[in-house]
């Protein structure tokens, strides 16, 4: 998950609860990262490093 706001916390929250393995992923750390970003593409590769460790 993604966000730069406070409206993460209850979606958090909530697929918490419900037995969710979440990630919060600072932002800041995407913004720097060189190419075309998108939604998609940003997901796609926070995904993809999360699976490598």
Partial sequence: MESTSI???PI???LDA???TVFLVNA???KHVPGRKTNV???QR???L????
């Fill in 41 to 43: 593409s940003d997901a």
């Fill in 18 to 20: 419900r037995g969710f």
């Fill in 46 to 48: 926070l995904q993809r």
């Fill in 12 to 14: 958090f929250e909530l």
């Fill in 28 to 30: 800041r750390d995407a």
């Fill in 7 to 9: 409206y993460w916390i």
């Fill in 50 to 53: 999360h699976s490598f460790g």
